[in-house]
Antibody, heavy 120, light 110 residues
Framework: VHLEQSGAEVKQPGASVKVSCKAS????????ISWVRQAPGHGLEWMGW????????NYAEKFQDRVTMTTDTSTSTVYMELRSLRSDDAAQYFC??????????????WGQGTLLTVSS | QPALTQPASVSGSPGQSITISCTGT?????????VSWYQQLPGKAPKLIIY???NRPSGVPDRLSGSKSGNTASLTISGLQAEDEGDYYC??????????FGTGTKVAVL
């Protein structure tokens, strides 16, 4: 199982960012993808989950108004878009394979992370 | 969703055992057997080390074990080794079909 994330991004406050997570070596529609972020020197924060089979999403309340997760089964890729960026959105963003579609709840494989810098 | 409470740091000497607690509520830790634990080494992505309270993925040494009592889950590392140094996070499924993450614990091997 491998999750390959897109490269580091630098954005201005108020802009949007779209991070990709390309999955390989497993049956993509069987497992969902969660996104987790980590600000410098801080802990992990769950942002939300997407069902890669039907596109259903479930977002953490904190991000509901600003995040959109989408899936492209033709390329086994999940995207996470975060809008109206603020300085405190600067963080490492991780995608992780989520077993929710199997009726279980944990994140068994993780991407390498994508660093977002927010600066004017 | 509120974070689960973990001690900021735990330390021990090589060979000793340490336990990291993870305290939630009946809406998360206490209500479901869906507690997982993750190890994050410096500069790396988190790695799953315990799922469903006490199950170890393939390749995780049996020195690591998990348990739960009421609203508190625990991770025990026996025979502490230098390679165990890092940050540890608990995660629980919640009533709102969300994940709650723990505040994280830094493990130091003295």
């Amino acid at each position: 199982v491998h999750l390959e994330q897109s490269g580091a991004e630098v954005k201005q406050p108020g802009a949007s960012v779209k991070v990709s997570c390309k999955a390989s070596n497993y049956n993509f529609p069987t497992f969902g993808i969660s996104w987790v972020r980590q600000a410098p020197g801080h802990g992990l924060e769950w942002m939300g989950w997407i069902n890669t089979y039907n596109g259903y999403t479930n977002y953490a309340e904190k991000f509901q108004d600003r995040v959109t997760m989408t899936t492209d089964t033709s390329t086994s890729t999940v995207y996470m878009e975060l809008r109206s960026l603020r300085s405190d959105d600067a963080a490492q963003y991780f995608c992780a394979r989520d077993v929710q579609q199997l009726g279980l709840f944990y994140l068994d494989y993780w991407g390498q992370g994508t660093l977002l810098t927010v600066s004017s | 969703q509120p974070a689960l409470t973990q001690p900021a740091s735990v330390s021990g000497s090589p060979g000793q055992s340490i336990t990291i607690s993870c305290t939630g509520t009946s809406s998360d830790v206490g209500g479901y057997n869906f507690v997982s634990w993750y190890q994050q080494l410096p500069g790396k992505a988190p790695k799953l080390i315990i799922y469903e309270v006490s199950n170890r993925p393939s390749g995780v040494p049996d020195r690591l074990s998990g348990s739960k009592s009421g609203n508190t889950a625990s991770l025990t590392i026996s025979g502490l080794q230098a390679e165990d140094e890092g940050d540890y996070y608990c995660v629980s499924f919640t009533d709102n079909s969300l994940y709650a993450f723990g505040t994280g614990t830094k493990v130091a091997v003295l």
